[in-house]
């Protein structure tokens, strides 16, 4: 007699799509909050354009390691499914 | 959420981008379509390296040197990639190439909608026959027909009342002129209490404050009646409930069954009624602008600004609390433990600072982006259906709006869902690791 169906992991859908959802905007976000700051730094500083593009790699790498730090934790929620 | 997810982003977002290029470069001018091919290609090729350098440290041979060797080479691919960036900003209109930029991310969200929709038992019931399944395919390509019609259509008159709005201000005195154009603004929306409020008595110094303090008001609103039906569905709970209280029952236990699946059994309850309020506060929120006469208050990018601003404030205040000083300043130098992470921490606190500052602002502006988008799509369909009855000089039109309505109430729910989900999702960052907790209370020595 077959044993009872697998349960399926609860939500799984939805927690994947919040996922999806905040991979693009942070990558996107992250870049241009680091040249917003790097910009308003170099209007104070008059450093023009030094600290635009440094605020613009840190976000990049900042967006980068917020991504990383979502997918890891995804997979290990995924593992526990 | 599988590389090959991202594989299909890829293909799709190389036509996707490869024909909007095309398309703008002959029918616009050459170097807009170029410069949304370049930014197409960059975003590509950072999330393709992205990818590899994320797939290399969570590998099981992460530790091995080969593997960090490659580390350091899409590092390095990385940085290229930046400098290239860099002097394709300084060559082409920034304008167009973040247009190509944003295009991949445009397709993963698109991607990651559908295939929430298409797990649905609706969708599966809607395309079991072939017949129901064309059907519905050329009902959503005339909708999106419709729409491509319609929202120009919506553009115009919304630009031809600014400009009415500009040239009654400019006879006017500066203040007049702001109320002027704030009074303009009203106009793009559905007509609300408000607005009524606004054409029966202009001049009353409390109508003036009820404008002004519209989105406030109204979300004051949806918290007193969500509050209200708390009370009375909580008020004399009984072992067999009623309906208000069965109904009640089913949302908490839905969100807290959800919330505790994400954050684990240690911290889940603890944070269940905050990130469950949020929830339900902002999918009220959402769904109050389909309400005739009302008004979405997360439409405003104030509110949902202030939304994603306690988030950042609790989640900031939950790391204090949970790591302590020393800990959460650990934490933001990337919990240093060797030489080479020492060196590393004065990097890491502005990319981390960044990291922390990028989130509020990317979930305020998700939320008002599509709430606001949600609300325009639903104006323009119902100026449509107006302008399809003008001829008859009726006072009403055919309801056109009323199509997107699911459309709307899924994307309400959706974007409350997501809000909340991102928002556990800080506070999981924050949270000190279960895990380790769980080994720590296993080998109390270590």
């Known amino acids: 007699m077959p044993g009872p169906p697998p349960e399926e992991p609860k939500y799984t859908a939805l927690r994947s799509a919040g996922m999806l959802l905040a991979i693009p905007t942070l990558l996107i976000v992250a870049p241009l909050v680091g040249g917003a700051i790097g910009g308003w730094l170099d209007r104070r500083l008059k450093s023009s354009p030094w600290l635009l593009i440094l605020g613009l790699i840190l976000g990049f790498v900042a967006a980068g390691r917020e991504t990383f730090q979502i997918y890891r934790r995804y997979q290990e929620q995924e593992e526990r499914d | ?446």
């Open chain 2, 1 to 446: 959420m599988g590389l090959e997810f991202l594989a299909r982003v890829r293909r799709t977002s190389l036509w996707l981008s490869g024909l909007a290029a095309l398309m703008v470069a002959t029918y616009l001018a050459p170097l807009p379509g170029l410069a949304i091919a370049a930014g197409a290609a960059w975003s590509l090729a950072n999330l393709e390296i992205l990818e590899r350098l994320i797939v290399t440290l969570t590998g099981t041979d992460r530790a091995a040197l080969p593997s960090r060797a490659r580390a350091f080479g899409w590092l390095f691919a990385l940085a290229l990639l930046f400098g290239g960036g860099a002097l394709l900003l300084g060559v082409l209109p920034a304008g167009w190439l973040m247009i190509g930029f944003g295009a991949p991310f445009a397709v993963m969200v698109a991607k990651a909608v559908s295939g929430l929709l298409l797990a649905t038992g609706l969708w599966a019931r809607l395309t079991r026959s072939s017949w129901r399944a064309a059907l519905l395919v050329i009902a959503v390509g005339g909708l999106a027909w419709l729409a491509v019609s319609a929202l120009p259509r919506a553009g115009a008159a919304r630009a031809a009342h600014a400009t009415a709005v500009a040239a009654q201000a400019s006879g006017e005195a500066a203040a007049a002129g702001s109320e002027s154009q704030h009074e303009g603004q009203k106009e793009l929306g559905f007509p609300t209490v408000v607005t009524l409020l606004e054409a029966a008595a202009p001049e009353a110094g409390w109508v003036r404050f009820v404008v002004r303090y519209e989105s406030i008001l109204f979300s004051a609103l949806v918290a007193l009646i969500l509050g209200v039906i708390g009370f009375f569905a909580s008020r004399n709970p009984q072992l067999i409930p009623g309906p208000l209280q069965n109904a009640v029952e089913g949302v908490v236990e839905f969100i807290n069954d959800f919330l505790v699946g994400i954050l684990g059994p240690r911290y889940g309850p603890r944070y269940v009624p905050f990130l469950g309020t949020l929830f339900l506060y902002i999918f009220a929120m959402n769904l109050f602008g389909l309400l005739p006469f009302m008004h979405s208050p997360t439409a405003s990018l104030n509110v949902t600004f202030a939304l994603a601003i306690t988030v950042f404030v609790y989640v900031q205040y939950t790391g204090f609390k949970e790591l302590g000083v020393i800990g959460y300043v650990d934490h933001m130098l990337g919990s240093p433990r060797d030489m080479t992470g020492w060196i590393l921490a004065p990097l890491m606190l502005p990319i981390h600072l960044l990291g922390e500052l990028a989130k509020p602002i990317s979930l305020s502006c998700r939320l008002f982006g599509n709430i606001f988008g949600e609300d325009m799509l639903l104006v323009a369909f119902a100026s449509l259906g107006i302008s399809m009855l003008a001829f008859s000089h009726l006072p009403f039109g055919i309801p056109m709006h009323a199509l997107f309505f699911p459309l709307a109430l899924l994307s309400s729910g959706l974007q409350a869902m997501v809000f909340t989900v991102l928002s556990t999702i800080y506070f999981l960052l924050m949270l000190p690791h279960e895990d380790h907790e769980h080994d720590r209370e296993a080998h109390p020595a270590h």
